[in-house]
Every structure is written in structure tokens, then in C-alpha cells.
């Protein structure tokens, strides 16, 4: 499962499910999020936002800025990186931090229009964040199965072969 968060419960956050079928949703609250994931019961959540304690610069960070990381110093990414150890505690699932951006550019399938890159991969997306939910997931089930690796220590994205 994957997991596109927003800084702001007023703000979209996307959701998607990968199995016998690709199950995508936009929700908002915090509550919203935990049921779907609950509901759906994945064998592992990544999560679209720095997880951790301490809000920081990690080596994980500096590695991603090739592909548009933004430091997690920043207001707007420390108000998300609060919001996701609040949720990420109430999660059953073992959680995994990606960042699609860089997904989709390792594996090459990288549009600036996200419309353009939905349509090209066949993900029936209707916004953003559902497509970065997609990549989220997918990012784990490379996970899953030894294509993508952690960097830094902290984030998963996919082996470049």
C-alpha cells in the first residue's frame, strides 16, 4: 500500500492499494487515512514523507536532492513530517518511507504532467496524489522482492540496474 500525504488534513492525501486488483482514493483526515489502511489490511504501508524522530537533514535527504527532495528543515515539510509519525505509530503494517518522485525517474517513466505519466503507465489516477500513491506502493512491492533498496538509511527507492 502506498501512501501520498499531505502536510494538512484540508489538503488531499492519495491512497493505493496493490493486489489482485489496483485500488486508488483521495481522503483527508487523519481517521480517514487509518480506516482505509486498517480496512485494507496491507502487508506493508510506504509512506510519501520523512519518517522520523527528530527533524533533521539525514544523509537520505542529500542523496535524494538530485531528484527534488526537499529538506525536511522546511516549515511545510516539518508540519508533514509530524503528521506522518502521528499516523505511522497507529499503523498495524511495518512502514517504509519512499519518495515517488525519485521512483519514477530511476525507473524511467518520469512525466512532469502527471496526467501524462498516469496515462502512460495505465494508472486510472484522478489527481496527483493518487498517482504518487501508485508509486508509493509499487516502490514497495520492489521492496518486497529485492528491486529497490533503502539509501541513507532511511528512504526506499528502486535499484538502478
Not at 520492489?142 to 541513507?152: H, P, R, S, W
Request: glycine letters at 6%; aromatic letters at 6%.
Amino acid at each position: 500500500m502506498g501512501i501520498d500525504l499531505a502536510a494538512l488534513p484540508k489538503n488531499p492525501t492519495g491512497l493505493c492499494t496493490i493486489g489482485k486488483t489496483i485500488s486508488l482514493s483521495t481522503v483527508y483526515g487523519d481517521q480517514e487515512i487509518l480506516s482505509y489502511v486498517h480496512r485494507m489490511a496491507p502487508d506493508m504501508v510506504a509512506v510519501d514523507a520523512p519518517l522520523m524522530e527528530e527533524i533533521r537533514v539525514r544523509e537520505a535527504d542529500r542523496l535524494l536532492k538530485k531528484y527534488g527532495a526537499m529538506p525536511p528543515t522546511m516549515p511545510s515539510m516539518a508540519l508533514l513530517t509530524e503528521r506522518a509519525r502521528r499516523i505511522v505509530t497507529r499503523l498495524k503494517a511495518p512502514v517504509i518511507e519512499v519518495f515517488p518522485t525519485a521512483s519514477a525517474k530511476i525507473l524511467g517513466i518520469y512525466e512532469k504532467n502527471w496526467r501524462s505519466m498516469a496515462e502512460k503507465i495505465g494508472i486510472p489516477a484522478q489527481n496527483k496524489h493518487e498517482l504518487d500513491a501508485y508509486l508509493a506502493a509499487y516502490t514497495a512491492y520492489l521492496f518486497t522482492i529485492g528491486k529497490a533498496e533503502k539509501v541513507g538509511g532511511a528512504v526506499v527507492i528502486p535499484k538502478v540496474f
